[in-house]
C-alpha cells in the first residue's frame, strides 16, 4: 500500500512540477507576451516574418532573446519557433517586429482574444 501512495504521489510532484518549470523563464523576458504565435516563415534577406499567417517587417534594430542568450541574433529565428514578440507600425503603416523572444513552449503563448 506504502509503495502505491509513493507512486502517486510522485505523480501528483511532476504533475505539478513541469508546467512550473517550463514556465521558468530568465530575467529578461517579459511577465506577458503582447503578441505571440510560430514563425511559419523566414526571409531575413528581405527583412520579413511570417508568424501564424501574418506578415512583419523585421526592424533593423530588432532585439532577439532566447532563453539562453540575451542578445540573441535573427539567425536563431526558424521556420516553427514558438515566439512572443512587440511591434510597431513604422512609417507607412507595416506592422514591424522591434523585439522577439524564443519561448520554449505554446503554453506562454498570449491568449487570443
Same mark, same amino acid.
Given at each position: 500500500m506504502m509503495k502505491i501512495l509513493k507512486y502517486w504521489l510522485m505523480i501528483l510532484w511532476l504533475a505539478l512540477a513541469l508546467p512550473v518549470a517550463a514556465a521558468s523563464l530568465p530575467n529578461?523576458?517579459?511577465?506577458?507576451?503582447s503578441s505571440g504565435g510560430i514563425i511559419e516563415l523566414t526571409d531575413l534577406s528581405a527583412g520579413r516574418l511570417r508568424?501564424?499567417?501574418m506578415e512583419y517587417a523585421i526592424a533593423s534594430s530588432i532585439k532577439v532573446y532566447t532563453p539562453t542568450n540575451e542578445n540573441a541574433s535573427i539567425l536563431d529565428l526558424k521556420r516553427g519557433t514558438i515566439v512572443g514578440y512587440d511591434f510597431i507600425y513604422n512609417? /507607412? &503603416?507595416?506592422?514591424?517586429? /522591434? &523585439?522577439?523572444w524564443v519561448l520554449p513552449d505554446e503554453?506562454?503563448?498570449p491568449e487570443k482574444g
Amino acid at each position: 500500500m506504502m509503495k502505491i501512495l509513493k507512486y502517486w504521489l510522485m505523480i501528483l510532484w511532476l504533475a505539478l512540477a513541469l508546467p512550473v518549470a517550463a514556465a521558468s523563464l530568465p530575467n529578461y523576458y517579459p511577465k506577458e507576451f503582447s503578441s505571440g504565435g510560430i514563425i511559419e516563415l523566414t526571409d531575413l534577406s528581405a527583412g520579413r516574418l511570417r508568424i501564424d499567417s501574418m506578415e512583419y517587417a523585421i526592424a533593423s534594430s530588432i532585439k532577439v532573446y532566447t532563453p539562453t542568450n540575451e542578445n540573441a541574433s535573427i539567425l536563431d529565428l526558424k521556420r516553427g519557433t514558438i515566439v512572443g514578440y512587440d511591434f510597431i507600425y513604422n512609417e /507607412i &503603416r507595416q506592422r514591424t517586429i /522591434i &523585439r522577439i523572444w524564443v519561448l520554449p513552449d505554446e503554453s506562454l503563448l498570449p491568449e487570443k482574444g
